[in-house]
Structure formats: C-alpha cells, structure tokens
C-alpha cells in the first residue's frame, strides 16, 4: 500500500527506531508514546485492521513475538491493545499491536 505509514516504515522510506526484525514482522517505538514503553508490531504484509487478518498464520507469529519483544525490554507486566474502527480510535490502517508498558497498568482508571 503506497500510501500507508506502516507499510513506509516496513520499506524504510520512513525512519524509525527499530526494535525487532525478522522475515513477517516488525517492532518499533510509538512516535507518541503514552508509557514509558511503548511500542507496536506490526505483519510487514498490509492487513487494514484484525478483521482482515483473521484467518492468516500472521496473528499467532504476532502474539508469540509481542511475549518475546515484552521479554526483551523487561516488562514483567504490560497492557497489549489493538485498536479495531476509526469509532475505537483506529488512526492507522495497518495492523497494529499497542505493547505498553512501565506505567500504572490499573484498568479502568479511576
Ligand atoms: P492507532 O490509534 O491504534 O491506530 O495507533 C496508531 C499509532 O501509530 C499511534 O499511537 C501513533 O502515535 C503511531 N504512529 C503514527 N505514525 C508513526 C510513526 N511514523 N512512527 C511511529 N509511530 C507512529
Ligand atoms: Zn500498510
């Protein structure tokens, strides 16, 4: 997708910094970050939102990797979300996993 911000940082035509790499996925910081961590993965293939991406192999690759990357930055615990519609705050059109993590994790607040 020519026009989508993920697919730009997947082609490096938008810088970013880099996480974690391997052949189907991606990890990098939130360029708005609301925690201490925060960082998305995200499949390096185009899906718009979960729905699309329901019935590939790619969510189970996404989910042990996002364990793994919450590993590596010594999260011992971390709130994961995925935003689903413009209506639940979707902003960006490609598949996106929200680690977040290092802050007061109580939901919901208040
Ligand atoms: P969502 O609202 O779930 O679609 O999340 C989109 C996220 O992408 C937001 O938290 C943005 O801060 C983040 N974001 C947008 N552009 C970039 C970028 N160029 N590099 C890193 N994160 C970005
Ligand atoms: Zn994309």
Redesign the pocket.
């Known amino acids: 997708m020519s026009d989508c911000?993920?697919c730009?940082?997947v082609n490096r035509e938008?810088d970013?910094?880099l996480i974690y790499e391997d052949s189907k996925i991606i990890a990098?910081?939130?360029?708005?970050?609301?925690a201490p961590v925060?960082i998305?993965v995200i499949p390096k293939e185009h899906f718009p939102t979960i729905e699309d991406a329901k019935d590939s192999d790619i969510l189970s690759h996404l989910f042990s990797k996002v364990v793994e990357i919450a590993k590596m930055k010594n999260l011992e615990d971390y709130r994961l979300?995925?935003?689903k519609g413009e209506k639940a705050?979707?902003?960006?059109?490609h598949l996106?996993i929200?680690i977040i993590g290092k802050r007061d994790l109580k939901w919901p607040p208040g």
Do not use: C
Not at 28 to 34: E, G, Q, T
């Open positions: 911000i993920f730009k940082i938008i970013t910094e990098f910081n939130d360029i708005s970050p609301v925060h998305l979300i995925i935003n705050g979707q902003t960006v059109f996106h929200h």
